[in-house]
């Protein structure tokens, strides 16, 4: 068995204990109540802040390493947000890519200007200031700044950034 903890626009957050392989769609659906509201889903960030996005056409993946390996995710830290369709990703965006520019220890030159470029673009995005060098930049943080960090924050902060512009390309347009 696995340990979730599912949050975010859900009727019952909590953490729910299944076995591995149930899907995405049982979690959020049948354990955690579904979407609140009246509202549907737009998206889940499968593995914490570090994790990447899944949209509605990806519920029926299967929570296990494989299941998800399968499609580029992982499951991290069992840890699940969920988004309703009124949510702002620019602002979800923002909001992680300044939680791991502030999480930066300082130590790895690459970590400590991706994190901060990557939040100084995403927050360009977010007030509707973005240009094409903040497309390059985030293009370049999230595939060159991970192999040059020691640790996890440096290795993994451009992932949900990276799938949301795999999933969302409108979002990133200039």
Request: negative net charge; glycine residues 10%; hydrophobic residues 40%.
């Amino acid at each position: 068995t696995k340990l979730f903890s599912v949050s975010g626009d859900v009727t019952l957050p909590g953490l729910y204990e299944v076995p591995f392989g149930v899907t995405l769609r049982h979690l959020i659906y049948d354990l955690a109540g579904g979407v609140r509201g009246r509202n549907s889903l737009k998206a889940a960030l499968i593995g914490g802040a570090s994790g990447s996005f899944v949209t509605p056409e990806m519920l029926d993946i299967p929570l296990s390493l494989e299941g998800l390996g399968e499609h580029g995710l992982s499951i991290g830290s069992g840890v699940i947000t969920v988004f309703d369709d009124t949510r702002d990703l620019k602002d979800v965006l923002m909001r992680l890519a300044r939680f791991f520019a502030d999480e930066s220890c300082g130590v790895c030159a690459a970590c400590v200007s991706g994190t901060r470029n990557q939040h100084q673009s995403i927050q360009n995005l977010a007030s509707g200031h973005f240009r094409v060098h903040d497309l390059e930049t985030l293009r370049d943080t999230a595939w060159t700044h991970p192999d040059h960090s020691i640790c996890g924050v440096g290795q993994l902060a451009a992932n949900p950034i990276r799938s949301a512009m795999r999933h969302w390309p409108d979002l990133f347009a200039v």
